[in-house]
Structures are given as structure tokens and as C-alpha cells.
């Protein structure tokens, strides 16, 4: 199994370019996230879904859009980047159910955006 | 909102120390609370995830306790080696659909 894999890597853009970060999973999980980590702020929570064709916002949604076509891709787009956007963005994934310890998030590696 | 906080931010030991890194949460209804180990430039990986009916879980040298009451959770690591360097997070579950993670402590431990 790959787990949670994240394309690309890194990105440099310009404000104002679009460019969509791809999250791919093969543990058939049903939930999944996108994160971006910024220094001293930890992670917070952009974009989540609980299932195919399903998204929701979290804490810091906006210009950010999401869709999730298929269970196992989660698509985190950028229509108008600005600087305030540079970040590290994690995807994960989890199974649904609330017990017995199959919760746990797996996280890709992260991928390096800078917007200029 | 739920705020997790983590205490101290960074912290330098020699090898053989056992220590302790803390976590603590603003709001004492959660399902579960997990730690994560970050290494430079990689993602987060799982250590050990407590159920909020559980107050600790242990794997190998790491033990993490829970106490909801007091809205406090610690990461007990023994004798502690090199490879153990990189940053430890916490993140609690206030609902089923959300995770709300500390900003890290940065462990160095020194050969």
C-alpha cells in the first residue's frame, strides 16, 4: 500500500494563479482532510469530506475550494492564490467509525507552496 | 472553539532522559486525543491514540495519559534516544468530523 500520497511535491506560484493539490489514498477510507501548516500555528483544518461527493469547510476554508469525485481523491484547488496562501498543505485520511482506535489520520508527506 | 495548546515549544535533552511533553485543551468534551511525531520536511505519523473512556495508552517506550477533567494530556518518553528528535504534536477530537492540533514541541536529544 502507498497510504496517502500528495501531488506535488512543491509549487511555486504568482498571486493569482490557480493550481489544484491532488491527495490520492488507497485504504479505502472514508474520510478525508486538508491541512496547512503555517510556523508556531500548527495545523488547521481547511476542507474535509466525509464521503464520496461530500465536502465540508473547517477552520480556515476560505479561498480554498475542494471535491472529492471519487472515495479515494481528495482535490484541494486554489482559483486566485495570494502570498497569505504560502504554506505546508497535508492531506489525510481516516476510516469513519469512533471506535476501537480505526480513527487514526494517516498524513501524506505535505506539499511546499509559495506564492510570490 | 477548541484551543490546544503545547508546552514548551522546544525542549533539548541528553540521551538516557526521560521526560515529559505536555498538552492541554480548552474544552473537556472530546472523542479521542491523539500524538503525532513529525520529522523535518515529512508528514505527521501516528504514535498513540487515547479514547476519551481510556486515561492512557502505551507503546514500547512512550506512554501518553489523558486526563479530561483538567483538559491535560502528557507524553511520557523513556530513556530517550537520538532517533526520537522531531517535533511531537497533539490533537484532540471535539467531534466526529474535526481534529484541532497543537502547534508542536521540537525535541532535541543530544547523543
Known amino acids: 500500500n502507498a497510504g496517502v500520497t500528495q501531488t506535488p511535491k512543491f509549487r511555486v506560484l504568482k498571486t493569482g494563479q490557480s493550481m489544484t493539490l491532488l491527495c490520492a489514498q488507497d485504504?479505502?477510507?472514508?474520510?478525508m482532510y486538508w491541512y496547512r501548516q503555517d510556523p508556531g500555528m500548527g495545523l488547521r483544518l481547511i476542507h474535509y469530506s466525509v464521503g464520496e461527493g461530500t465536502t465540508a469547510k473547517g477552520e480556515v476554508p476560505d479561498g480554498y475550494n475542494v471535491s472529492r469525485l471519487k472515495k479515494q481523491n481528495f482535490l484541494l484547488g486554489l482559483e486566485s492564490a495570494a502570498p497569505s496562501q504560502t504554506s505546508v498543505y497535508f492531506c489525510?485520511?481516516?476510516?469513519?467509525?469512533?471506535?476501537?482506535?480505526?480513527?487514526?489520520?494517516?498524513f501524506g508527506p505535505g506539499t511546499r507552496l509559495l506564492v510570490l | 472553539k477548541q484551543e490546544v495548546t503545547q508546552i514548551p515549544a522546544a525542549l533539548s535533552v541528553p540521551e538516557g532522559e526521560n521526560l515529559v511533553l505536555n498538552c492541554s485543551f480548552t474544552d473537556s468534551a472530546i472523542y479521542n486525543l491523539q500524538w503525532f511525531r513529525q520529522d523535518p520536511g515529512k508528514g505527521l505519523t501516528s504514535l498513540l491514540l487515547i479514547q476519551s473512556s481510556q486515561r492512557e495508552q502505551t507503546s514500547g517506550r512512550l506512554n501518553a495519559s489523558l486526563d479530561k477533567s483538567s483538559g491535560r494530556s502528557t507524553l511520557y518518553i523513556a530513556a530517550s534516544q537520538p532517533g526520537d528528535s522531531a517535533t511531537y504534536l497533539c490533537a484532540v477530537r471535539p467531534n466526529f468530523n474535526k481534529f484541532y492540533f497543537g502547534s508542536g514541541t521540537k525535541l532535541n536529544v543530544k547523543p
Open positions: 485504504m479505502n477510507h472514508e474520510y
Open positions: 489525510a485520511s481516516s476510516y469513519s467509525t469512533p471506535t476501537g482506535g480505526r480513527e487514526t489520520q494517516y
